[in-house]
């Protein structure tokens, strides 16, 4: 009978010591934690989190929040696979402790030295740790992962510019628009202080989303914010163009080649302007000018011959659209003596169109109707060698 006893006694002893549950320690997590050692640190700090007497504590959820930081960054495969979505956890430690200290005195570890590291301090090691594997994964054209780690960074960290910066151009990349300008726009809304958000949902807006009239808000918001950009108020002009607001574009283009006369493209663009507006005489002028500055503006040439051109085309278009009746031959006839001099008046300009950019097609296609028409056997026979140079067709 007493051994029965004895041995009841003994199975009531261990199942007390089996039922009774392991006490975490906080600060040998936190140990754990600075020595590397991760599964060690997780393990109790997960402990920790459920105790009764701990899981209130601020420090708890602190800790915990850097050691799943760690686990989420690390390059030990053994350790990241600790945990399925360790940043996650991480932020919402990291909100626990902030929300249990309650606007206390600012939660910190202590380094080897004994000196305190603040934890607003460690978010942005973190924050940093997300810029840079997301700036070595853009180098490395994993472009879907660059952008993932750089908006991890804006979580950390929703007031900081440079996160919305990078996402911004890796979602430009990607051809994910929306996502682009969203993050430039709060990357301007922050106080970011480049201009090239502006210029990538400028072009953004210009092109792909054919949104002119946003580019051109967004282009007029950006001359205001970047007064010393010179290149703003040239976008400007054009998409005024591109809008057909050319008188506003005139106005525009007077006031600036007033501050930049040695402008070529300024010049061009009035040229282009005025060309719009059938003011021929001041086209011209304006593309000379242009070419003035840089003999070599091969835009400000072809844009010169095509305005010299431009008779010419008229005579031609009439003449094809003419009978064959007695009045229509002779009328026919007569324009053809005037179309005769308006292809030699056009001529040098294109020909110095060719000589700037000699393996143009159109410059070559309008060269060789010019000669056709004049009958100028030699020089078709160099445009038809030219052609065969460049492997073009006629």
Do not use: C
């Not at 997590?29 to 590397?36: M, Q």
């Not at 002779?330 to 053809?336: A, E, Q, V, W």
């Amino acid at each position: 009978m007493k051994r029965i006893t004895l041995l009841l006694l003994m199975l009531s002893t261990v199942f007390v010591y089996a039922q009774k549950s392991p006490k975490p320690n906080v600060n040998k997590a936190l140990t754990s934690w600075k020595e590397g050692k991760l599964d060690e640190a997780k393990a109790n700090i997960d402990l920790a989190a459920t105790y009764e007497k701990t899981m209130d504590d601020p420090k708890t959820w602190y800790y915990r929040g850097l050691i799943y930081a760690s686990i989420d960054t690390t390059s030990n495969e053994t350790y990241k696979a600790l945990a399925t979505d360790a940043y996650k956890t991480a932020l919402e430690s990291f909100n626990k402790a902030d929300e249990l200290n309650k606007g206390e005195k600012e939660l910190f570890i202590t380094d080897a030295n004994g000196l305190p590291i603040l934890k607003s301090q460690q978010m942005q090691v973190w924050q940093g740790n997300y810029l840079n594997i997301g700036a070595a994964q853009y180098q490395e054209e994993d472009l879907e992962g660059a952008l993932k780690n750089f908006e991890k960074a804006q979580v950390i960290n929703p007031n900081d510019t440079t996160a919305y910066f990078y996402a911004g151009f890796v979602a430009n990349s990607l051809e994910d628009y929306d996502k682009a300008i969203t993050n430039f726009k709060k990357y301007n809304e922050l106080g970011g202080k480049s201009s090239d958000g502006y210029s990538i949902m400028i072009n953004i807006n210009s092109g792909p989303k054919e949104n002119k009239e946003e580019a051109l808000k967004l282009v007029r918001e950006a001359k205001t914010k970047f007064p010393a950009n010179q290149d703003f108020p040239k976008v400007e002009i054009g998409l005024l163009i591109d809008l057909k607001r050319i008188d506003e574009a005139k106005a525009g283009l007077e006031s600036a080649i007033q501050k930049e006369p040695n402008n070529k493209i300024l010049h061009f663009y009035l040229g282009y302007a005025n060309a719009s507006l059938n003011n021929v005489p001041e086209a011209k002028k304006n593309y000379e000018d242009a070419l003035k500055i840089d003999p070599q503006y091969f835009e400000s040439a072809l844009y010169l011959a095509k305005l010299m051109y431009s008779e010419a085309a008229a005579i031609k278009k009439e003449m094809s659209n003419l009978g064959i009746s007695a009045a229509d031959k002779k009328k026919k006839f007569d324009l053809d003596k005037v179309l005769v001099e308006k292809l030699k008046l056009a001529l040098p300009y294109w020909e110095n169109a060719e000589k700037i950019k000699p393996d143009d097609q159109e410059v070559l296609d309008t060269l060789y109707g010019i000669y056709t028409d004049l009958d100028m056997q030699e020089q078709l026979k160099r445009i038809d060698k030219r052609y065969k140079e460049l492997g073009m067709e006629n």
